[in-house]
């Protein structure tokens, strides 16, 4: 599985972006994604995870309410709307391929990494 993400961005506090991830692989639509954020210094953490029919998800605390995420097995893409952005949503964030259809959270094992996209959110 290759995964291509796009969509970060610089924005004031309170705005939106939405990222994007599209990946390619006979078995993508099978597979739990995710997407996770690495702030400077900090550790990779999970942020959302969506099972392989997108009827379950899965959010941090950090973001619940804010941000959703969604995909589409036609188009092989997965979407990470980030709403009412904050300051410490400052990371690059990657998205993720899991190793099975319905893993989230701490039972999502990747797969395959996507390249980072950056967000900064300014205050």
């Known amino acids: 599985v290759q995964l291509q993400a796009s969509g970060g961005g610089s924005v004031q506090a309170g705005g939106s972006l939405r990222l994007s991830c599209a990946a390619s692989?006979?078995?993508?639509?099978?597979?739990?994604m995710g997407w996770f954020s690495q702030a400077p210094g900090k550790e990779r953490e999970f942020v959302a995870g969506?099972?392989?029919?997108?009827?379950?998800?899965y959010y941090a605390d950090s973001v619940k309410g804010r941000f959703t995420i969604s995909r589409d097995n036609a188009k092989n893409t997965v979407y990470l709307q980030m709403n009412s952005l904050k300051p410490e949503d400052t990371a690059i964030y990657y998205c993720?391929?899991?190793?099975?259809?319905?893993?989230?959270?701490?039972?999502?094992?990747?797969?395959?990494w996507g390249q980072g996209t950056q967000v900064t959110v300014s205050s």
């Open positions: 969506i099972n392989w029919s997108g009827d379950n998800t």
């Open positions: 993720a391929s899991g190793r099975s259809p319905n893993g989230l959270g701490q039972d999502f094992s990747v797969g395959s």
């Open positions: 692989g006979r078995t993508v639509s099978l597979r739990a």
